[in-house]
């Protein structure tokens, strides 16, 4: 269960950093490498909130790297 978490945590990430290019530069890496257009015209809000989730996906990166004991609550 531990490797399929890990799996989405990834996919999550790379969904994440995908919103930020979209956010920042109107440019969609996914529709660039699988075959569509990469280009989009997004409102300004939509961009402000496709920024913030990708920063969170930046955030979340040292989460796949931590061990299987911390990455838990803490116990006191």
Known sequence: ???VSRIAMVLVIVGALN????????WDLVAALLGGEATRVSSILSRII???VGLSG???IPTLFRD?????PEKA
């Open 1 to 3: 269960m531990e490797m």
């Open 19 to 26: 919103w930020l290019l979209i956010g920042l530069f109107s």
């Open 50 to 52: 496709y920024s913030l």
């Open 58 to 60: 930046i955030l979340l």
């Open 68 to 72: 299987k004991e911390s990455a838990g």
